[in-house]
């Protein structure tokens, strides 16, 4: 008798109905990507409106995020259990509500319970999707294309959103910025039973009520603790919530090793091209979604454009970040993707290199070349890093996958904003040196930051202001070439990692692909 094995079947390809799933679940990630943006632009208008205190309006706009963040894990395995598009639909459903009623909020108590609700639906959506492509797309090669399809609409959404939103709330009521992802849900309502298909896991067993408390008691202090960091520097409480947060997050991990059907199956971590691929996207993330934040602050802190005109300024990235997400995985399907990733960081990192020669004065065509460069080279980070996490999991645990990859996006850009943000503002301190003269509480503000300065000149004639904003707008850009400086140092020793880690993977759609991910 022979011992050889026979050769695994070709994974069967998508057709039509599946592409056109891609297309259903791609539309609410652009939409909803644009309402998470568009948010900071209405914040103005409906704080006069309802009358919101500076409290308030902080939970208006953090609640979201707060939520989103807490309940990944636990949406995601809940998807693999009662099956993945009636959580979907579940989840479409109550995000079209909740926007309806904060599009209409008429106190800050209702528009605060109304983005929380935002926030529960919200953490049903990515799971639900990115596990839904998996199982539609099992051809390794058809679904790299469908991860870079709905990543680059989700990409453009996020830049896109101020563009949109400015013009929106140019023409209608700050409630209108809340109504932009109702449609798409709508869509998402109608057609995704036609053309989605249902997957649950039989076997995962009842969600465990305890694991899911410690999972919000490990991600929410972290994620409050770390946005209060970057706001607010190091301060005592910051750093005791996200200690908190790890230790419950310990308590959690404990937890899910004693349950024979846990929330968060760790045995996901067994496999190498797992693990490696999900420690990719978290300290990518972290770095290239830190030097965002930092870019989209210096168009509008250094450069004086509002948030229209820095949405019109960041379309170059949004060109170069949609063809990236594109041809990442035609390229992976010639290329290893330890190459390829490694390869885009460190193109990432010279993207960086240019955006240090942006100054005062000048153009923000040199910052924004720099960055277009940076989301050029993450291309195969998120698309080659997302398929192979989602890859690596087997069918039943996708949606589990799916909640882990998007919790480390989450937890690697407060983290990036949080530890970058205290390295600028460190350096800008160091680096402005103001003249006699100036008011004191002047002085103060612009200690703070280059937003506090340009507050305090606001009161200032003009000659004081100009000696003000000067060298505060001087300092900044220090900050900014700190910040991405530090960032690109880290970068190059990610893609070295990186590139470490995952140089045993073959090419998209090799023969090896049927295998068994490695463990180890």
Same mark, same amino acid.
């Given at each position: 008798?022979? &011992?050889?094995?026979?050769?695994?079947?070709?994974?069967?390809?998508?057709?039509?109905?599946? $592409?056109?799933?891609?297309?259903?679940l791609a539309l609410p990630a652009l939409l909803v990507s644009i309402d998470?943006?568009?948010?900071?632009?209405?914040?103005?208008?409906?704080?006069? &409106?309802?009358?919101?205190?500076?409290? =308030?309006?902080?939970?208006?706009?953090?609640?979201?995020?707060?939520?989103?963040?807490?309940?990944?894990v636990t949406m995601g395995s809940l998807g693999d259990r009662i099956g993945?598009?009636?959580?979907?639909?579940?989840?479409?459903?109550?995000?079209?509500?909740?926007?309806?009623?904060?599009?209409?909020?008429?106190?800050?108590?209702?528009?605060?319970?109304?983005?929380?609700?935002?926030? /529960?639906?919200?953490?049903?959506?990515?799971?639900?999707?990115?596990?839904?492509?998996?199982?539609?797309? =099992? &051809?390794?090669?058809?679904?790299?294309?469908?991860?870079?399809?709905?990543?680059?609409?989700?990409?453009?959404?996020?830049?896109?959103?101020?563009?949109?939103?400015?013009?929106?709330?140019?023409?209608?009521? $700050?409630?209108?910025?809340?109504?932009? +992802?109702?449609?798409?849900?709508?869509?998402?309502?109608?057609?995704?039973?036609?053309?989605?298909?249902?997957?649950?896991?039989?076997?995962?067993?009842? !969600?465990?009520?305890?694991?899911?408390?410690?999972?919000?008691?490990?991600?929410?202090?972290?994620? $409050?603790?770390?946005?209060?960091?970057?706001?607010?520097? $190091?301060?005592?409480?910051?750093?005791?919530?996200?200690?908190?947060?790890?230790?419950? +997050?310990?308590?959690?991990?404990?937890?899910?090793? =004693?349950?024979?059907?846990?929330?968060?199956?760790?045995?996901?971590?067994?496999? *190498?091209?797992?693990?490696?691929?999900?420690?990719?996207?978290?300290?990518?993330?972290?770095?290239?979604?830190?030097?965002?934040?930092?870019?989209?602050?210096?168009?509008?802190?250094?450069?004086?454009? &509002?948030?229209?005109?820095?949405?019109?300024?960041?379309?170059? %990235?949004?060109?170069?970040?949609?063809?990236?997400?594109?041809?990442?995985?035609?390229?992976?399907? *010639?290329?290893?993707?330890?190459?390829? /990733?490694?390869?885009?960081?460190?193109?990432?990192?010279?993207?960086?290199?240019?955006?240090?020669?942006?100054?005062?004065?000048?153009?923000?065509?040199?910052? /924004?070349?720099?960055?277009?460069?940076?989301?050029? +080279?993450s291309g195969p980070m998120v698309t080659l890093g997302m398929g192979l996490?989602?890859?690596?999991?087997?069918?039943?645990?996708?949606?589990?996958?799916?909640?882990?990859?998007?919790?480390?996006?989450?937890?690697?850009?407060?983290?990036?904003?949080? %530890?970058?943000?205290?390295?600028?503002?460190?350096?800008?301190?160091?680096?402005?040196?103001? !003249?006699?003269?100036?008011?004191?509480?002047?002085?103060?503000?612009?200690?703070?930051?280059?937003?506090?300065?340009?507050?305090?000149?606001?009161?200032?004639?003009?000659?004081?202001?100009?000696?003000?904003?000067?060298?505060?707008? %001087?300092?900044?850009?220090?900050?900014?070439?700190?910040?991405?400086?530090?960032? +690109?140092?880290?970068?190059?020793?990610?893609?070295?990692?990186?590139? %470490?880690?995952?140089?045993?993977?073959?090419?998209?759609?090799?023969?090896?692909?049927?295998?068994?991910?490695?463990?180890?």
């Amino acid at each position: 008798m022979s &011992d050889t094995t026979p050769p695994s079947a070709p994974a069967p390809r998508a057709g039509r109905r599946e $592409w056109t799933g891609l297309a259903v679940l791609a539309l609410p990630a652009l939409l909803v990507s644009i309402d998470v943006f568009v948010m900071l632009l209405a914040l103005p208008g409906l704080a006069e &409106d309802l009358g919101a205190s500076g409290v =308030q309006q902080l939970w208006i706009t953090d609640i979201y995020s707060f939520m989103l963040a807490g309940l990944l894990v636990t949406m995601g395995s809940l998807g693999d259990r009662i099956g993945r598009r009636r959580l979907l639909l579940i989840g479409a459903a109550a995000f079209g509500v909740a926007s309806v009623a904060a599009a209409y909020a008429v106190s800050p108590a209702m528009l605060i319970a109304a983005r929380a609700l935002l926030g /529960i639906a919200g953490a049903t959506l990515a799971p639900s999707t990115l596990s839904l492509i998996t199982t539609m797309f =099992q &051809d390794a090669r058809q679904r790299g294309a469908a991860f870079g399809i709905w990543g680059a609409c989700f990409s453009a959404g996020a830049v896109a959103g101020p563009v949109i939103g400015g013009t929106m709330l140019d023409h209608f009521w $700050w409630g209108s910025a809340f109504l932009l +992802g109702v449609p798409a849900m709508l869509l998402l309502l109608v057609l995704g039973p036609v053309v989605l298909p249902e997957f649950r896991n039989p076997g995962a067993g009842r !969600p465990d009520p305890v694991s899911v408390l410690e999972s919000l008691a490990a991600v929410l202090p972290a994620v $409050w603790g770390l946005k209060e960091i970057a706001k607010d520097g $190091w301060q005592p409480m910051p750093i005791a919530a996200v200690l908190a947060g790890l230790g419950f +997050g310990i308590l959690f991990v404990h937890r899910q090793r =004693q349950l024979p059907h846990p929330l968060l199956d760790l045995s996901l971590f067994r496999h *190498r091209a797992f693990t490696a691929a999900l420690l990719s996207l978290f300290l990518g993330t972290m770095l290239t979604g830190a030097v965002m934040f930092f870019v989209t602050q210096t168009l509008q802190l250094l450069y004086g454009r &509002d948030p229209f005109h820095a949405g019109l300024w960041m379309l170059p %990235a949004i060109a170069a970040n949609t063809v990236s997400f594109t041809l990442s995985p035609r390229l992976g399907q *010639r290329f290893r993707p330890a190459y390829l /990733i490694g390869g885009g960081l460190v193109l990432c990192t010279l993207g960086m290199l240019v955006i240090t020669r942006a100054e005062p004065g000048s153009s923000p065509a040199v910052l /924004i070349a720099g960055f277009a460069v940076v989301f050029l +080279g993450s291309g195969p980070m998120v698309t080659l890093g997302m398929g192979l996490v989602m890859g690596s999991a087997p069918l039943e645990k996708a949606g589990s996958a799916a909640a882990l990859n998007e919790t480390s996006g989450q937890l690697g850009f407060a983290l990036g904003i949080a %530890a970058l943000g205290s390295v600028g503002a460190a350096v800008y301190r160091g680096a402005l040196t103001l !003249p006699d003269g100036l008011p004191a509480d002047a002085v103060r503000a612009a200690r703070d930051s280059l937003n506090g300065a340009r507050e305090a000149a606001r009161s200032l004639s003009g000659e004081l202001a100009g000696t003000l904003l000067t060298p505060a707008r %001087a300092a900044f850009a220090d900050e900014l070439h700190a910040v991405v400086g530090v960032a +690109g140092v880290l970068l190059l020793a990610t893609a070295a990692l990186v590139t %470490a880690l995952l140089r045993h993977l073959p090419p998209t759609g090799r023969p090896s692909d049927g295998a068994a991910p490695e463990a180890g």
